[in-house]
């Protein structure tokens, strides 16, 4: 379910407000939660409930210690030797997503290729809300990758944001015909990657991967700092939001 907040995410029952609050501690409570959810909840998620085999993220605020260590398997956009990496968790059917994918072009663009920020890919197809896509272009991007290199899963990712709707309305019989001639991809190998299941651990492991470190809804990503700190950051962050915290990240 897309919620105004821009972000698809599972909804938490709110307590109701207790009459004797006063009007002073109504404000002080305030004040902690916006600050606890301006890095979490201020920008748009598509989330959905952990499936029932799903590992449990931890409740502690470490969780997002439990990122997997970004090696060169993995597609990165920037500078590979930065020592502030956003791992992003995304969903190619997920409309803030789409959102946050501008963004975080708009960053690295801004950084330059000699900047001191890495942005890392990775899957978070929420099948209980894209069952028809999310996962089959997920498996498309890492087939992609494997014909063309990291620079052909990116082309591809850009190209798919680019073209299409979201929330599974897109005819892939149609667009990834398109996308993979624009590219230069053979379709036929294309085909026989995507039927083979050769990536389908590969996209569940990172699926594991993002419920570990707390992630509930997309995007989702977590911040490496350069001291190896991570941080939590939930949603479509707009542009200055994300490099506030990047900033806050590259201090030793």
Partial sequence: MEQNT???????????????????????????????????????????????????AQQQGDATDNVRPVTKEDHIRGNPDASVIVVEYSDYECPFCKRFH????????????????????????????????ARKVAIASECANEQGGNDAFWKFTDRY?????????????VVLPKIYSELGLDQSKMTSCIASGKYDKHVQDDVENAIATGGR????????????????????????????????????
């Fill in 6 to 56: 821009s972000k698809e995410s599972v909804q938490t029952p709110i307590m109701p407000t207790q009459s004797y609050l006063t009007p002073i501690a109504i404000v002080i409570a305030g004040g902690f939660i916006a600050a606890a959810l301006y890095f979490s909840n201020a920008g748009g998620t598509t989330a959905v409930a952990p499936t029932p085999n799903a590992p449990v």
């Fill in 102 to 133: 501008d963004t975080m072009n708009a960053v690295i663009k801004k950084a330059g290729p000699d900047g001191d920020i890495a942005w890392v890919f990775r899957q978070f197809p929420l099948d209980q809300l894209h069952p028809k896509n």
């Fill in 161 to 173: 944001m680019e073209l299409t709707a979201t929330n599974d309305r897109t005819d892939l019989t």
């Fill in 217 to 252: 809804g997309t995007p989702w990503s977590v911040v490496i700092g350069a001291d190896g700190k991570t941080y939590p950051l939930n949603g479509a962050q707009p542009q200055s939001a994300v490099e506030q915290l990047l900033s806050l990240a590259a201090k030793k």
